[in-house]
């Protein structure tokens, strides 16, 4: 898989997940792919001080990525 094909994936999975954030209120973006390795994403709006953003991150947006790019070991919030 190529970083472009790689990139793709990642925002297919971004994709999935996005609606379940807004409506919330919340959203997130891709920020970086780094060594095609960890993911580094920006949770905004309600999602930022929501104290349940780390599980969200964790099972929800983790498990959706690796699931589009099983190569994928971490998923980074760089959020405020």
Same mark, same amino acid.
């Given at each position: !898989?190529?970083? /472009?094909? $790689?990139?793709?994936?990642? /925002?297919? =999975?971004? &994709? &999935?997940?996005?609606?379940? $954030?807004?409506?919330? #209120?919340?959203?997130?973006?891709?920020?970086? +792919?780094?060594? &095609?390795?960890?993911?580094? %994403?920006? $949770? /905004? *709006? =309600?999602?930022?001080?929501?104290? %349940?953003?780390? !599980?969200? $991150?964790?099972? *929800?947006? &983790?498990m959706?990525?690796?699931?589009y =790019?099983?190569? +994928? /070991?971490? %998923?980074?919030?760089i #959020?405020?």
């Amino acid at each position: !898989m190529t970083s /472009e094909e $790689l990139k793709q994936n990642v /925002e297919k =999975a971004l &994709e &999935e997940i996005r609606p379940f $954030l807004q409506s919330d #209120g919340g959203d997130i973006s891709l920020v970086s +792919i780094d060594n &095609e390795k960890s993911v580094k %994403v920006k $949770l /905004e *709006g =309600a999602c930022v001080g929501c104290s %349940v953003n780390q !599980m969200t $991150l964790k099972s *929800g947006v &983790e498990m959706t990525i690796k699931k589009y =790019a099983p190569q +994928i /070991e971490e %998923v980074i919030n760089i #959020g405020a």
